[in-house]
């Protein structure tokens, strides 16, 4: 059974970093794609960022509201995807996900239907 498991969210003041992380078990595929999405307080859950590798390609896409300031990382050997949060602004504030497809797409996928697999979440809360 696959299963996803975020860690890495916190407390931190605007201008800050953080870097989330998103664990998965139980797959077996070399390919995969994987996406963050949050859902700020009172709003609809929104898509981040999204990887997605296999053995011949690798991508990665960033909302137009976190690009330049996240970054996406994997080490595939630990089945591990990185999201790392920096200068962040009180409007980061949300609870992200993360969500797995195996195996995994050609392209970067952004839609929540798309993902077959989720997190429980973890909350991040940036002060300003």
């Known amino acids: 059974q696959v299963q996803l498991k975020e860690s890495g969210g916190g407390l931190v003041q605007t201008g800050g970093s953080l870097t989330l992380s998103c664990a998965t078990s139980?797959?077996?595929?070399?390919?995969?794609?994987v996406g963050w999405f949050r859902q700020p307080p009172g709003k609809e859950r929104e898509w981040v960022a999204a990887?997605?590798?296999?053995?011949?390609?690798?991508?990665?896409d960033y909302a137009d509201s976190v690009k330049g300031r996240f970054t996406l990382s994997r080490d595939n050997a630990n089945h591990m995807v990185y999201l790392r949060m920096d200068n962040l602004k009180p409007e980061d504030t949300a609870v992200y996900y993360c969500?797995?497809?195996?195996?995994?797409?050609?392209?970067?996928?952004?839609?929540?239907?798309?993902?077959?697999?989720w997190g429980q979440g973890t909350q991040v809360t940036v002060s300003s």
């Open positions: 990887i997605t590798w296999g053995q011949s390609i690798y991508y990665t």
């Open positions: 139980g797959d077996t595929f070399s390919s995969r794609s």
């Open positions: 969500a797995a497809r195996f195996p995994g797409s050609y392209i970067v996928l952004i839609s929540e239907v798309e993902y077959q697999h």
